[in-house]
């Protein structure tokens, strides 16, 4: 599966991996498992792990998932949002996505190693 996910419900955190090559019809399909997840808690972090992701969204493809995002958010309280990306270009559009969501978290983090964002959510979410 190019996408999965778990639940951290003690602190509200929703852990999501991306890998290989992952469609946006397959991202989705990611929300409408999430928002029928009984486990979702009503305020969320996200930490977004596309370390291993090959594929890269296109701009366009980010505004979907935007609208994904806020859609979710209809039935929930999205918090801090971690995003972590090696390669240049995914680095880049994460940046770019952090920018489209930035009225949808309190707060966002792009970074290039996953032990880092974890850091950093860790810090924002212990703020709270």
Known sequence: ??????????????????????????????????????????????????????????????RSVVAELKDAGAALRWGVFAVAARTDLLFGMSRILAVFVDDVFTNTGVFRQLAEAERWLDAQIAER
């Open 1 to 62: 599966m190019p996408i999965d996910y778990d639940i951290d419900e003690a602190r509200s955190l929703i852990r999501t991996r991306c890998t290989g090559m992952t469609t946006l019809a397959e991202v989705a399909l990611h929300f409408k498992e999430l928002r029928a997840d009984p486990r979702l808690p009503k305020r969320a972090n996200v930490l977004l792990d596309l370390t291993t992701l090959v594929s890269a969204p296109e701009r366009d493809q980010l």
